[in-house]
């Protein structure tokens, strides 16, 4: 039976360690600085650890709440560390929640170790859990207004917890933001398809920026919403709050909104650097996805980008339904034909078809086979390796493998992995 919370109880949420990357203090992750912040607002004392495998399980006695923010490849390591927890201390109660949560609840609802399983926001639901509001092991969460999410703390950060994490761009050291939530977009291959869109308000995005500035001392910014420039209207908005700051940032884009009046203001806000989902060179396999992008206008999109002296991160993915070698050459063509630019760079993954994915979930519609068995779930990981547990009615799992990685190894200069011993996963 869990135990409710009477008085000032102490709560610690854990960042999982991510063994499959050759180092996972490069971009802190905002959700639990989020809670965090939240929870500090509510006057619940809340400690971050990013380093609980430094620390031996003994000190861990000390918390009345654990709460875990886990992605899947991150999924295993989580559901150990608590088991052990809950062999140590029967009473701690134990609380997951991320990305792994709210797709995978299904699977956690039958770990006796958890006590909790929080499927979408987590801010009001652990506050509930810590108040003992809150009986259901599984919660899933709706949505919440735009109008209470913004009422919401901006991310709680601190200067000596940002400096165990080593992300530049390109001279300035820069921390992570996004300026909203959820997604609009339909492909199929992306667990956050049509969940709507939520905008953080100018204000609050101000706020932030002048926190990491002036509190944390870093005047670079990566932006890591796929929302950031939705659309021209958006980012004229951004670039007004962001330009009087003088910072560097990077953003995400989408080719089918994307155009030199776009590009012209982010560069004059101090964007330096562009990413977007290219995905595929192979117009069939787009329409796959339900991408609802033109192979054309991938190409327009990285030349207006190099053009305005911006780099162009391209994010390509092979494995896809109905992968053949044509289609995998049609994007390592995509590749070639900006490799010479110093500026334009690719990261290449293989698909893996995460759960309440349109494609995971309706699978007999598509040239896809999956064999998930002893893979993790991670896109890269160390030495810009990937796991592959698809195949198509042409191409195998070794057949995937090997056509990125001669890919990768063709085109080193441009590959944001590793520029040589690309590893083939195993």
């Known amino acids: 039976m869990v135990k409710n919370f009477k008085k000032q109880k102490k709560i610690a949420i854990i960042i999982p360690r991510s063994n499959f990357l050759i180092s996972d203090r490069v971009m802190p992750p905002l959700g639990p600085l989020y809670i965090k912040s939240f929870l500090n607002e509510n006057k619940i004392t809340t400690d971050i650890i990013d380093n609980p495998d430094e620390i031996s399980i003994e000190d861990f006695k000390k918390y009345d709440l654990i709460g875990y923010s886990t992605t899947t490849p991150q999924s295993s390591w989580v559901l150990e560390h608590s088991m052990k927890m809950k062999n140590y201390y029967p009473e701690i109660i134990t609380v997951i929640g991320g990305a792994h949560a709210k797709y995978y609840f299904e699977d956690l609802i039958k770990e006796k170790h958890l006590d909790y399983i929080v499927s979408g926001e987590g801010e009001i639901a652990l506050l509930k859990i810590i108040k003992g509001e809150e009986k259901r092991k599984l919660i899933i969460t ?15 950060r601190d200067r000596s917890f940002l400096g165990n994490y080593h992300y530049f761009i390109k001279e300035r050291r820069a921390t992570t933001a996004i300026t909203g939530r959820y997604c609009p977009m339909t492909c199929k291959f992306c667990e956050a398809r049509k969940t709507g869109l939520i905008l953080y308000s100018p204000d609050k995005i ?29 980012v004229k908005e951004l670039c007004e709050i962001i330009k009087p700051h003088n910072i560097y940032f990077r953003c995400f884009a989408h ?5 030199e009046e776009m590009a012209r203001i982010l560069y004059d806000a101090g964007c330096k650097i562009i990413c977007w989902g290219v995905e595929s060179g192979n117009q069939a396999i787009l329409d796959n996805i339900d991408k609802k992008t033109k192979i054309e ?11 305005s002296g911006m780099e162009a991160v391209a994010f390509c993915m ?4 109905g992968e053949t070698n044509e289609s995998i050459k049609d994007t390592e063509n995509f590749i070639k034909y900006f490799s010479k ?12 078809p995460y759960k309440k994915t349109y494609i995971y979930d309706h699978l007999e519609k598509f040239d896809l086979k999956i064999n998930d068995y002893g893979t993790s779930g991670f896109y890269k990981g160390k030495q810009g390796s990937s ?20 890919i990768c190894s063709t085109y080193g200069r441009n590959f944001t992995g590793s520029k040589a011993n690309i590893e083939t996963a195993k």
């Open 297 to 307: 206008e991938n190409y327009r999109m990285a030349e207006i980008i190099l053009k």
């Open 255 to 259: 080719a089918k909104s994307f155009s």
């Open 387 to 406: 796991e592959c547990c698809v195949s198509t009615s042409t191409l195998n799992q070794e057949d995937i493998i090997t056509a990125k990685n001669k």
């Open 206 to 234: 101000e706020k932030e920026i002048l926190d990491i500035k002036n509190n944390c001392g870093l005047n670079a910014i990566m932006f890591y919403d796929d929302i950031f420039a939705i659309n021209l209207k958006r």
């Open 318 to 321: 092979i494995g896809l339904p």
């Open 341 to 352: 630019n110093k500026n334009f760079s690719f990261d290449l993954t293989i698909f893996y």
């Open 142 to 156: 709706p949505k919440s207004d735009p109008s209470i999410l913004n009422s919401f703390p901006i991310p709680w």
